[in-house]
């Protein structure tokens, strides 16, 4: 193969995270997935919305991260939900368990993609729950900024 090849760049992304949570600081994570599990995220089949991460006994592990069984799979049946490990390092896991244990602290997968090596990657931030007005605030300032850039087009 060329060099020349063009890579399909697949990216899934966590639309509720940034409108439910602050994402305060974020780590990117391997994932462990079998063959069918890859060629089905890389077509683009996968659900992140209600998925979360959870640290026990120093093992990272993801929740509810559908991935649509592949079609060409074979005859093994696949557990689209089934819990998935992540793997970062002894002292990303450890900045997080310390973070984990302050009140408010949850851990939401933010985007799933594909590292240039070819390796299936997720980026998972620590986050605090938004309460209500904090998400009026921001689709007031959306709306704000999306008038902005309109009243620009007008005048150009």
């Known amino acids: 193969m060329s060099k020349e090849k063009k890579l399909r760049i697949t990216e899934i992304r966590n639309r509720k995270a940034g409108h439910e949570f602050f994402l305060e600081q974020k780590f990117t994570a391997g994932v462990v997935l079998t063959g069918p599990e890859v060629k089905s995220v890389r077509l683009g089949n996968a659900n992140m919305s209600e998925a979360f991460c959870l640290l026990e006994n120093n093992i990272l592990i993801i929740r509810n991260l559908h991935i649509s069984g592949f079609q060409n ?7 689209p939900l089934r819990d998935r490990l992540l793997l970062l390092n002894k002292k990303e896991l450890k900045k997080i368990g310390h973070k984990m244990k302050e009140k408010g ?3 939401i997968p ?6 240039e090596s070819g390796y299936a990657k997720i980026e998972i931030a620590l986050a605090k729950g938004k309460k209500l007005y904090d998400k009026r605030h921001d689709l007031k ?4 900024k999306r008038e902005m850039e309109a009243v620009k087009m007008v005048k150009l």
Do not use: E, I, T
Request: charged fraction near 20%; charge should be neutral.
């Open 105 to 107: 602290y949850a851990l």
């Open 141 to 144: 300032q959306k709306d704000l």
């Open 110 to 115: 933010v985007r799933l993609f594909f590292s």
């Open 73 to 79: 799979a074979g005859y093994m049946p696949q557990d």
